[in-house]
Nanobody, 121 residues
Framework: QVHVVESGGGLVQPGGSLRLSCAASGSIFRINPMGWYRQGPGKERELVAIIDRGGSTNVADSLKDRFTISRNNAGNVVYLQMNNLKPEDTAVYYC???????????????WGQGTLVTVSS
């Protein structure tokens, strides 16, 4: 079993910053990739950013100038730094991890419960 736990969401004023964290734990042989998606009110879930085990990142084009994804050296914790937040960034942010289990070397994909980010004055 693999689990991911998100933290760092909350209420922030427009123009403010937040940093989200996501930690993966369990029977992990390898994680690749790990990242963030979001779902705003009345919208479909969309990719925000992902990072692979080599450290290469992919951030949604519309967010590249404001959002940054990074990870720890072990590769099991990812961070999403969000700057200059706008009301349209209001959404539930979900962590996603894919990889290989250490128990049977099968692939896995897990989602977190989500953390709410609200951008409002």
């Amino acid at each position: 079993q693999v689990h991911v736990v998100e933290s760092g969401g909350g209420l922030v004023q427009p123009g403010g910053s937040l940093r989200l964290s996501c930690a993966a734990s369990g029977s992990i042989f390898r994680i690749n990739p790990m990242g963030w998606y979001r779902q705003g009110p009345g919208k479909e879930r969309e990719l925000v950013a992902i990072i692979d085990r080599g450290g290469s990142t992919n951030v949604a084009d519309s967010l590249k100038d404001r959002f940054t994804i990074s990870r720890n050296n072990a590769g099991n914790v990812v961070y999403l730094q969000m700057n200059n937040l706008k009301p349209e960034d209001t959404a539930v942010y979900y962590c996603n991890a894919k990889g290989v289990l250490s128990t049977n070397y099968r692939s896995f994909e897990v989602w977190g419960q989500g953390t709410l980010v609200t951008v409002s004055s």
